[in-house]
């Protein structure tokens, strides 16, 4: 039986879609009246806000209710867990009061204590819960940064994953080439699935030493093929904004190439999601409506 493929972007939210005036209708002038907008027309959505902060609990009642039955959010997880560092101004106040970090300091999950880490887990935990009750919560995304290195301290890490997060659908990003080089990767994959834990499938700009390539492989029933576009000048350049570095219209031969590739993952999972992440003014959306196209 052939799974089902469905096709979002991320950061529904975006400043620069909402600027372009060219998706949002004119009259769509609040966070809830473009939430209704979008999913009519897009099944599932990627939340990019829970990894610059905690998600609320309260917020997302409010995306449930402003959605469809059926829709699906994927949420990042909070940059703390996928050992990316969170200005320490983003932390619960009871955590910051027991770290007491210098003013614009940064933290990284290595700083905390047990009891804070624990903490930090609850209330990202809770902040999904009506997403969870709802049947609306798709996957949480760990993008790990390029310094996250194939290492025994980085499987541990993933392990640990399935404590704190039990029944959650996960899915692994790497922003290492590491992870996927030829004699790794076998292995790589095998411990995924192991976990039950989704690889992300990426299209990414190639040439850097970080760059991962292309591997189809689908190791949970739920799969997931993420498209950060292909702009090699913005990819590793410093001091640009998400929007800026993601900078990239896809033509529609390029995405052309991703259907039989899609297909060929929905041979082996119950669900693919394809996320257009080259978040800059209205692209995304542009690469999904026309991915969408070509799919059907």
Known sequence: MTGVIRVGISSWTEPTLVKAGTFYPKEATTAEERLRFYAQRFPMVEVDSTFYALPSAETARLWVERTPIGFTFHAKAFALLTQHPSPAARLPKDVRERLQPKEGANVYFKDLGA???ELIWDRFREGLQPLRESGK?????????KWFLP?????RFMEDLREWLPDFTLAIEFRQAAWMREDRRTRVFEFLRGLGLTYVVVDEPQGFSSSVPVVLATTASFAMVRFHGR???????????AAERFK????KRELAEWVPRLKSMAQEAKEVHAVMNNCYADYAVRGAEDLT???T
């Open 248 to 251: 990239y219209l896809y033509e």
């Open 115 to 117: 009891r804070d880490r």
């Open 231 to 241: 702009n090699r000048e913005t990819w590793e350049k410093k001091g640009l904004t």
């Open 151 to 155: 290492s025994p301290t980085s499987y």
């Open 293 to 295: 196209e070509l799919l």
């Open 137 to 145: 919560l798709g996957a949480v995304l760990f993008q790990f940064p």
